[in-house]
């Protein structure tokens, strides 16, 4: 069992920048495909970035997230953080941190069915 921890949410007005952090252990956080996910409220959950290992070291994005958020791993955090930039209203969510313990690629890494571990999640909101 794998358990992950998010962190970094909170309030910040129109324009500014968060940064979250995924904290975990184990081989699957290690070597498997780690996600962030959001639902806003009376929505479903949506992909927003992953950062895969394998077949090939890549980081993928939704379009949202494009030039705003970067995800990266911190080693020596043992974190997978998520720096996200230029915030609008429409990024208010619960972000949550989940983990595929396997691999994947491209538009397969947005499946949320396919991650295995899933943290409780941080509030993030943006006011306007």
């Known amino acids: 069992q794998v358990q992950s921890v998010e962190s970094g949410g909170g309030l910040v007005q129109t324009g500014g920048s968060l940064r979250l952090s995924c904290a975990a252990s184990g081989r699957a956080f290690e070597s498997g495909v780690v996600g962030w996910f959001r639902q806003a409220p009376g929505k479903e959950r949506e992909f927003v970035a992953a950062l895969s290992r394998r077949p090939v070291n890549a980081a993928y994005y939704a379009e949202t997230a494009k030039g705003r958020f970067t995800i990266s791993r911190e080693n020596a955090k043992n974190t997978v953080d998520l720096q996200m930039n230029n915030l609008e209203p429409e990024d208010t969510a619960v972000y949550y941190c989940?983990?595929?313990?396997?691999?994947?690629?491209?538009?397969?890494?947005?499946?949320?069915?396919?991650?295995?571990?899933w943290g409780q999640g941080t509030q993030v909101t943006v006011s306007s």
């Open positions: 989940a983990i595929l313990d396997g691999a994947c690629s491209g538009y397969g890494c947005r499946d949320r069915r396919l991650y295995n571990y």
